[in-house]
């Protein structure tokens, strides 16, 4: 019970006692026992002052203060009033600190427990909300960058209330809740591949999806900020997709593009085709289990995917940009020079010189055959530099690259003559549909997209180059180069280019090598002996001097692949050395 | 058709138009093909179709003020050349080039300006275009008749009027042979100022109104 309900006697004995507790060594002291004494006997001990004060009650009986008692002990009733004092003030202190505690505790049960407000504070650094009656909407579409998707892209925001709290709080609680459009449910990404033409027209629309695992969330992000980044993706991947399918149907192209339910196709090259797929998986057991078969992702061309969404972003920006913002609130939306088409009478040629000319699918067509024919070279190439040994074909890409425009050093050399032998260099430049050479002679020659052109103008540069291989060789052996000839006339008729052929004579003139060798016939050498070597030559009355016996005589072939040496160049190298006796 | 009297309006600096007299015996269309093929003959490339019409507006007479004052005619009209765009004329007076969103004013402007649709006219015919030059050769239509042949030359690279006018001539005479016209009327002392598209509208107006009035008199003649 209360202090005030407690007996007086019992009230003044306690105080008593703990006033007169020994505050000398000598126990009991004269003086505070015969207090303690009086105090306890008597009824009509008085109640300190302090107590009745604060009980608002004055003492019922007892002697006033001065009475011979009291007047007896000032020091011990100033020791008393001390002490209760500083009781007193300790109580305080202590209420005070156990206050602080208890709000300290409760802030970190707060961190833990996350309250609604505190959660909705985080929510509105990242997403836009607004009140609405009352209910919190948010905006998750990409309309305040730029976009005109028509898609509304609200979320509400909602209170999460099925939470007991007798059990434990579970460690992901959140207080909040979002709650997205049921059709940005899951996750989407846009498939772009490049196959053989479907044979079977009734396969369309029927994409095989691979469920692509969803990108990793930072760790300390709450569960709400995946889920609006998921449902964000999603929009922009349908935005993507209905321009896309928007362009394949009003732009007229020569071969029209297929568009069906989730797949547009287009045909960039012939006997190829393109595919450009939404492919969206909700987050529902039913289609989890239909999914589950998992298809090779490795058509996929994870760069056009990525630049779709760039390009789709570059489009955002542009109806923001400074052409187009600010404008009159009564303007359309427009390129600002376009306001004044009317007034300057702008004729066709000045009205298209200011709108964009490609839309996004053709920008992403020309990068898918830009990309399908470099991949298509460099196979050429090295399938050329694989199968053929003598020269070799060294190929060395530039790492700088357009989406539009990559390029490509070829160098056709001949194993450890490369230093003499490096005539033929060819720099070759991929566009989207063409090849262009340029050879280190000057000259330029366009090839075509189709893969035949490119070998064959190849094989033709290496059997070029063996004839290039005689000409420096004859340089540095000291032999003389008689005659020389890119494009003979004589012999076989090639069907890939032309032959070459090129006749060297050695330092003293007896003998002659004559070398021809074309892309398709290969190689011939024959050597010239002089007459006097030439055993079975008829003999005539025309030449009296002994003298012409020291021409050059006939030819006779050489058995080249009996010859030594790992190349052609080795080998010739050899013949020449061979034939110059020291 | 009967033989209709050659009209010289046309504006050599830059652009001529003018109307080509209806060959004896033969219809509007037969001679449009005979001067397409003689263009086609001489190398000319077609590139589509092109189209210039004009719409009448008179002034409400409620808003004039001297009840005896002839109330204004103003012409409206579009080309197809410059899509966006919308010319609005008078007489011998300013003519205004505005974007399309006009056409939306002038049915806001119902009570000041009154539209005259019986008197809307308008060229339609093939474009072709030969080097430098482009020449559009239309049939002028008033509803459904054919009411003539209107031929206009443009020489792209030139702006200024004296420069060039001897060579749009000449042009002209290995297609038109005969029926070349004269130098024009409207520019008179603006030789030498440069050519904008409002020009090619006056003249375009002006065929206009002379075939209107033209058939306004033929009509009395027969009566």
Known sequence: ?582 | MRLLNLFCCFLVFYDSVSQMPVAEGKSVQQTVEILTRKLELLGAEKQGTFCVDCETYHTAASTMGNQGQAGKLMYVMHNSEYPLSCFALFENGPCLIADANFDVLMVKLKGFFQNAKANKIESRGTRYQYCDFLVKVGTVTMGPSARGISVEVEYCPCVVANDCWNLLMEFMQSFMGSHTPGIPSMFGNKHDSIYSPGDTMAQYMELFNKIRKQQQVSVAGIR
């Not at chain 1, 929009?235 to 020569?254: D, G, T």
């Not at chain 1, 090295?382 to 060294?394: K, M």
């Not at chain 1, 032309?498 to 398709?520: F, H, K, L, M, Q």
Request: net charge positive; glycine share 6%.
């Open chain 1, 1 to 582: 019970g209360s202090a005030s309900s407690r007996p007086a006697r019992s009230r003044c004995r306690r105080w008593g006692w703990t006033a007169a507790r020994p505050t000398c060594s000598r126990s009991p002291c004269p003086r505070t026992w015969r207090a303690w004494r009086s105090a306890s006997t008597s009824a009509r001990a008085p109640a300190p002052r302090r107590t009745s004060r604060r009980l608002g009650r004055r003492p019922a009986t007892g002697p006033r203060p001065g009475t011979p008692r009291t007047r007896r002990n000032p020091q011990t009733l100033q020791l008393i009033s001390k002490k209760k004092s500083l009781a007193g003030a300790a109580q305080i202190l202590l209420k005070g600190a156990e206050r602080l505690s208890k709000s300290v505790a409760e802030n970190q049960e707060n961190k833990r427990q996350r309250d609604f407000n505190s959660e909705l504070l985080r929510l509105r650094q990242h997403w836009k909300l607004r009140k609405v009656g009352d209910k919190i909407l948010g905006d998750l579409s990409y309309r305040s960058a730029g976009s005109l998707f028509p898609h509304h892209g609200t979320f509400e925001v909602i209170k999460n209330t099925d939470i007991d709290l007798d059990k434990k709080i579970p460690e992901d609680y959140c207080p909040l809740d979002v709650q997205i459009p049921s059709d940005l449910e899951g996750s989407a990404y846009i498939k772009v591949s490049i196959q053989k033409q479907a044979p079977d027209i009734g396969d369309l629309g029927t994409v095989n999806l691979f469920k692509r695992p969803l990108p990793k969330s930072k760790p300390g992000a709450p569960h709400w900020q995946t889920k609006l980044e998921a449902a964000q993706n999603v929009l922009l991947c349908k935005e993507i997709f209905a321009q896309l399918s928007r362009e394949a149907v009003q732009i007229k192209s020569q071969i029209p593009h297929i568009v069906v339910k989730n797949q547009i196709i287009s045909q960039p090259f012939p006997g190829l085709q393109l595919s450009i797929s939404l492919c969206h998986s909700s987050n529902d057991k039913k289609s989890q289990k239909a999914a589950s078969e998992k298809q090779s992702p490795e058509d996929h061309l994870y760069v056009l995917e990525h630049n779709l969404h760039q390009l789709i972003r570059e489009f955002h920006k542009q109806t923001l940009s400074s052409t187009m913002m600010p404008h009159p609130a009564s303007a359309p939306f427009g390129h600002k020079r376009m306001r004044m088409a009317g007034p300057q009478a702008f004729d066709k040629n000045d009205i298209s010189s200011l709108q964009p000319n490609e839309g996004l699918l053709e920008k992403i067509i020309k990068q898918a055959k830009h990309i399908f024919l470099r991949r298509r070279t460099a196979r050429t190439i090295d399938s050329l530099a694989s199968r053929i040994e003598d020269p070799q074909i060294q190929a060395h890409w530039s790492n700088i690259n357009d989406v539009y425009e990559s390029s490509v050093k070829v160098l056709i050399t001949s194993q450890g003559y490369e230093q003499i032998c490096k005539s033929i260099q060819l720099q070759l430049n991929i566009g989207v549909e063409q090849i262009r050479v340029v050879h280190r002679d000057g000259r330029v020659i366009t090839l075509s997209h189709q893969e035949q052109e490119l070998q064959d103008f190849l094989l033709s540069q290496m059997s070029q180059h063996q004839v290039h291989a005689v000409q420096q060789l004859a340089k540095v052996m000291g032999w003389h180069v008689l005659s020389f000839s890119n494009h003979v006339g004589l012999g076989p008729v090639e069907s890939i280019g032309n032959a070459s052929a090129i006749t060297v004579a050695s330092p003293g003139g007896d003998y002659a090598i004559s070398v021809r060798n074309g892309p398709e016939s290969g190689s011939k050498v024959m050597v010239q002996f002089p007459r006097c070597q030439c055993k079975d030559l008829p003999k005539s009355d025309v030449l009296q001097d002994s003298k012409w016996n020291h021409l050059r005589g006939p030819f006779r072939e050489v058995q080249w692949n009996k010859m030594e040496g790992r190349n052609f160049v080795y080998k010739l190298e050899l013949l020449m050395a061979a034939l110059t006796p020291c």
